[in-house]
């Protein structure tokens, strides 16, 4: 099998000379106490580099706790990230220790950092210069021993050109900058991670699959990961689900490998407005939004951000 050829650096697979980069940067930059910032698509490893970068440093036998910054609502993430005190607004009952108090000594990990609101990012600037915070309700501010990672899809300084996120925070925040890049862009490690999950599942699963059909991997290898190595976990999940026998073949492939490529091969560096062209086409076509989405390649959270950002 290709694996022994790939390098598995802390759960991250590849054997791509920009990833070996990559793991350099992660080495060096958790030898220090240096906030880190990685960029990366959806789906394409940012938890694992800061789980790394953790497991690494000095901090690696105290919590690592993960929050996505786009998950909760401005005063819930408040309170998750710095907790509260008993009283603090209805419902709260007794005090909650947020995640910088449970993190204490470890590290946390704030997951797309760019949807953080501008309230939330000036509170999380203030810990950051002094090392302290009060919770929500709370009048007596406690010390903060965490070491952040923070990630996001976004271009940081885009955010802050448009009035989006903290200048200030921006900087404290990429002091050590990575950048992940996505599946398209280290299309040899395609394979590799291909067979790492038909193995992972080979161990779990009553089928065992030790053969690819050739039209299935290359309809793999050519298609465009748009998920990144989550989708393509969750197809090989699929495949595993759906066939039988020891060859996987292309009839065990997810629907949007036998569509018609316009949609799945459109390529992300394109213009925006070919990218805008491309959702208005899938939308009126399918006049269902799951499908649309799944006709050009993308998640249902993704598509809806992006027909946000089209106002669609």
């Known amino acids: 099998m290709l694996l022994a050829e790939a390098q598995n650096f802390h759960g991250i697979i590849s054997r791509s000379p920009t990833m070996r980069d990559v793991f ?8 220090t106490e240096a906030t880190v910032l990685v960029r990366g698509e959806s789906g394409a490893g940012k938890e694992l580099v800061a789980r790394a970068i953790h497991d690494l440093s000095s901090r690696k036998n105290a919590p690592f706790l993960a929050v996505n910054c786009a998950a909760l609502s401005a005063n819930l993430l408040e309170s998750e990230l710095f907790g509260h005190v008993r009283g603090a607004f209805t419902g709260a009952i007794k005090d909650h220790h947020g995640l910088f108090q449970r ?17 939330l990012q000036a509170k999380l600037l203030r810990v950051i210069q002094e090392r302290n915070f ?20 976004r271009a940081l300084r885009e955010e802050v050109k448009n009035g989006r996120f903290r200048e200030d925070l921006m900087y404290r925040l990429r002091v050590v900058p990575i950048y992940l890049p996505p599946l398209r862009e280290r299309r040899e490690d395609i394979s590799l991670l291909i067979w790492h999950f038909i193995e992972k599942h080979n161990t779990e699963n009553r089928r065992k699959i030790d053969e690819i059909e050739p039209e ?3 309809l793999l290898l050519d298609y465009s990961w748009r998920g990144n190595i989550r989708e393509l976990q969750n197809v090989v999940e699929y ?9 996987l073949k292309s009839a065990e492939l997810p629907p949007e490998f ?3 490529p316009s949609f799945q091969n459109l390529n992300r560096n394109a213009p925006l407005k070919d990218e805008k062209s491309a959702i208005e086409r899938a939308l009126n076509e399918t006049k269902n939004v799951n499908a ?4 050009l390649g993308m998640s249902r959270a993704t598509f809806w951000r992006k027909r946000k950002q089209y106002a669609l």
């Open 134 to 153: 009060v919770p929500v309700g709370g009048v007596l501010s406690m010390p903060v021993n965490v070491r952040l990672v923070a990630a996001t899809h």
């Open 103 to 119: 993190a204490h000594g470890g590290t946390l990990f704030l997951d797309e950092i760019a949807e953080l609101p501008l309230e």
């Open 258 to 260: 036998h569509e018609t």
């Open 239 to 247: 495949a595993f689900a759906v066939g039988r026998g020891m060859v």
């Open 216 to 218: 299935a991997m290359r």
């Open 292 to 295: 649309a989405a799944q006709s």
């Open 24 to 31: 350099t940067i992660i080495q060096n930059a958790a030898q």
